[in-house]
């Protein structure tokens, strides 16, 4: 187990991309990239458990993606009701919560289910949080946030009562994003949550993705000195 209460960030997320270039280029069809990037979520998530981490969080779906082809964004889905059908028995056995972000309005009915199901069978579990970025954006939090902020009728909003109205108030903000593939941008992802989060990239596709890439990611951030704009020293 990695261990150093100083330099193990709290909260990690990650933009898992490259299951269809992996796919791809294998002459394989899209959907076998996303089944085994399904497994990489595995591997990570067992290698969290091994750390000190106590919020792992995946983009699994934006509110973009709803453009791809239909039988790719229909195996999508059918691989995370398989994933929260056959996986939560492990996640309350490792005390894993799992957690949801994203608009469900649009969501399959079955998606709806498998996501509560989810979410109320681990919600006493007080180990690792897991969540799982479901038709996500990070432009629509901020203006589902604002939208709540006008129901309410408030004015004045400070930071700290802005970060109370997002998808999950209680959740840190990220310490480190990981983004795989090689492209070097944020996709829309916590842009509220990520602005002092630190950031690495690996060229690897994420169905390669694996403990020792997670954990090369994780010394990268030991090096990182955090100022939060201030100056050290």
């Not at 990570?44 to 239909?70: D, Q, Y």
Request: charged fraction near 30%.
């Amino acid at each position: 187990m990695i261990k150093n209460l100083y330099k193990i960030p709290k909260h990690v997320a990650i933009i898992m991309d490259g299951n269809g270039r992996w796919a791809k280029r294998r002459g394989l069809p899209r959907v076998f990239g996303h089944r085994e990037g399904a497994k990489a979520v595995e591997r990570i998530l067992k290698a969290a458990l091994n750390t000190e981490i106590k919020w792992l969080s995946v983009f699994a779906f934006s509110t973009e993606n709803w453009g791809r082809p239909k039988e790719e964004v229909d195996a999508i889905m059918s691989l995370l009701v398989e994933y929260v059908n056959t996986k939560v028995p492990t996640l309350i056995e490792d005390n894993v919560r799992l957690r949801f972000i994203g608009r469900k309005e649009g969501l399959p009915e079955m998606i709806l289910k498998a996501m509560e199901e989810g979410e109320k069978a681990t919600e006493h579990c007080t180990g690792l949080n897991f969540v799982v970025a479901l038709n996500y954006s990070g432009k629509a939090e901020i203006v589902d946030a604002v939208n709540k902020i006008l129901e309410e009728g408030r004015i004045d909003i400070t930071e700290k009562d802005f970060k109370n109205y997002l998808y999950i108030p209680d959740m840190p903000e990220p310490d480190l994003l990981i983004r795989t593939s090689g492209e070097k941008r944020i996709s829309n992802f916590m842009l509220w949550e990520l602005a002092y989060t630190e950031l690495y990239f690996t060229n690897l596709m994420w169905p390669d993705f694996d403990e020792e890439e997670f954990y090369k990611a994780l010394y990268f951030y030991q090096t990182r000195e955090r100022r939060f704009g201030k100056v050290i020293g």
